[in-house]
């Protein structure tokens, strides 16, 4: 478990840049380490901003878009192309702007009749997960190099909403999601076993409406009645927020505003 750090910039627009900015840097050098680099997307309003940004970068050409794994934290049990799905978001944002491997962009599974149900497409998922995960990763999940989350106004990250059972798993990766609070109702989620499988996690938050869950996560509170407080990397954990989500951190906690 690694202990929180806590990033503050100015506004939303200037936190999605920066954080764009720190993702290219972070592939870049995983890349040069191991030859690939994977990343885990979230999607909501600061996940597909943080994309659009990156969209926007001019460095985003140092990145080699072929020997990158993208996977999801979760996605909307929908039909392929549902303008809702996450990954029809992220397309919109970036994918499609940029020279992926189509083999190591792995979405999680449509509404489309392949899958009876969402339980279905949470356990095809987490076969496909363990099938990329390597024997130096010791679990059923890879060691993502960043695993990015939004986090929702009642604390939620991914599809993992308090006191629901998803996010009370602790043996399986993946799970289907029924009765979420936020529509669509039926979900598939990666659990936070599957999060904190990786190197490093960076949740993102901005606006007022975020303020009070920030300030739950970070205050000790239990994952169960706050999911977002569960989630964390092997190496480090990252607080993206811009300073209207940080409004009601204690002062020991908050750091000084980014330029």
């Known amino acids: 478990m690694s202990t929180p750090q806590i990033v503050v910039h100015r506004d939303k627009e200037l936190m999605a840049q920066a954080a764009a900015a720190r993702l290219i840097t972070k592939i870049v050098d995983a890349q040069a380490a191991r030859g690939s680099a994977s990343v885990v997307l979230t999607g909501g309003r600061n996940g597909n901003g943080l994309l659009a940004a990156l969209a926007a970068a001019p460095a985003r050409d140092a990145v080699d878009w072929s020997r990158l794994d993208l996977w999801w934290g979760d996605e909307r049990f929908l039909p392929e192309g549902?303008?809702?799905?996450?990954?029809?978001?992220?397309?919109?944002?970036?994918?499609?702007?940029?020279?992926?491997?189509?083999?190591?962009?792995?979405?999680?599974?449509?509404?489309?009749?392949?899958?009876?149900?969402?339980?279905?497409?949470?356990?095809?998922?987490?076969?496909?997960?363990?099938?990329?995960?390597?024997?130096?990763?010791?679990?059923?999940?890879?060691?993502?190099?960043v695993l990015l989350l939004g986090v929702g106004p009642d604390t939620h990250v991914a599809s993992l909403f308090p006191e629901l059972p998803g996010v009370r798993e602790t043996e399986r990766a993946v799970v289907g999601v029924h009765g979420a609070p936020k529509p669509p109702p039926t979900r598939v989620s990666l659990t936070l076993p599957a999060i904190r499988a990786a190197r490093e996690v960076w949740l993102l938050a901005a606006g007022e409406d975020k303020a009070g869950a920030v300030a739950l996560a970070l205050s000790g509170a239990g994952e169960v009645q706050a999911p977002a407080a569960g989630a964390y990397g092997t190496r480090r954990t990252l607080w993206l927020l811009d300073q209207a989500a940080a409004a009601r951190l204690p002062r020991d906690l908050y750091p000084p505003a980014s330029p």
């Open 82 to 145: 549902d303008p809702d799905r996450n990954a029809t978001q992220a397309r919109e944002a970036l994918l499609d702007a940029v020279p992926l491997d189509p083999k190591r962009v792995h979405v999680m599974p449509a509404a489309d009749g392949t899958y009876d149900d969402a339980d279905a497409a949470a356990e095809a998922y987490a076969a496909e997960l363990a099938a990329a995960a390597r024997p130096e990763d010791h679990g059923p999940v890879p060691a993502f190099d």
